[in-house]
Structures are given as C-alpha cells and as structure tokens.
C-alpha cells in the first residue's frame, strides 16, 4: 500500500456481547423466546 499506515485499532472489540448490553434491554427477552423456539425444532 501507498501512503501511511493509518490503522483503525478501534476497529475490534474484546468485550463479550453480552456485557454490551444491558440486563433491561428488550433483545434479551426476545433472544430467550428464540432460543426457546430453536431448541423445540431441534427436537423434531
């Protein structure tokens, strides 16, 4: 490459998902019912 390295160091996260969001947040409830969901088709 030409010109300089700029790099994006922010570019990457080493904080789990699930400490990004917050214990309240709706996604919760609905990774929950997915969860639930998935599991039940597995069965089947």
């Not at 789990?16 to 998935?38: F, K």
């Amino acid at each position: 490459m030409r010109g300089d390295d700029k790099r994006t160091e922010g570019m990457f996260s080493y904080v789990r998902l699930e400490e990004r969001i917050a214990a309240d947040h709706p996604l919760r409830a609905i990774r929950a019912l997915v969860e639930e969901v998935l599991s039940k088709m597995q069965t089947h």
